[in-house]
């Protein structure tokens, strides 16, 4: 339970530091980023795996290249379910999900560093 609350809350401050990155990601406020975390959380569980299965070939053809574009549609898909979380131009779209698996990775990390028992039932 705390393990999970903890990957959100990685995930929402990741959100926030794209958000200072890149002119193109706009979050409102942090409950817009704690809701977007929520729903790119979501959507990167359920609908990701059948985009990534669908554009597969594509995938194969420009050797996994494809796979940040469909990273980007993920995370464009979350804007648009999201008040107040808007993505806008095609930088934004392809490098703002990979700074955030990036940011989300290190703090993911930190907090497993800081709170070791956190994962365990």
Do not use: H, Q
Request: charged fraction near 5%; charge should be neutral.
């Amino acid at each position: 339970m705390i393990g999970s609350l903890l990957t959100i809350l990685a995930t929402t401050l990741s959100l926030l530091v794209v958000d200072i990155i890149f002119s193109g990601v706009n979050i409102a406020n942090f409950p817009a980023a704690l809701i977007a975390a929520l729903v790119i959380g979501l959507i990167n569980t359920g609908i990701k795996p059948i985009i990534s299965l669908l554009s597969l070939p594509l995938n194969i053809l420009s050797l996994g290249a494809f796979s940040l574009v469909v990273n980007g549609l993920c995370f464009w898909l979350a804007s648009l379910v999201v008040p107040g979380f808007r993505v806008v131009g095609l930088l934004a779209f392809i490098l703002a999900p990979v700074i955030l698996s990036f940011v989300n990775t290190f703090l993911g990390n930190y907090f497993a560093e800081k709170f070791p028992n956190a994962t365990e039932s």
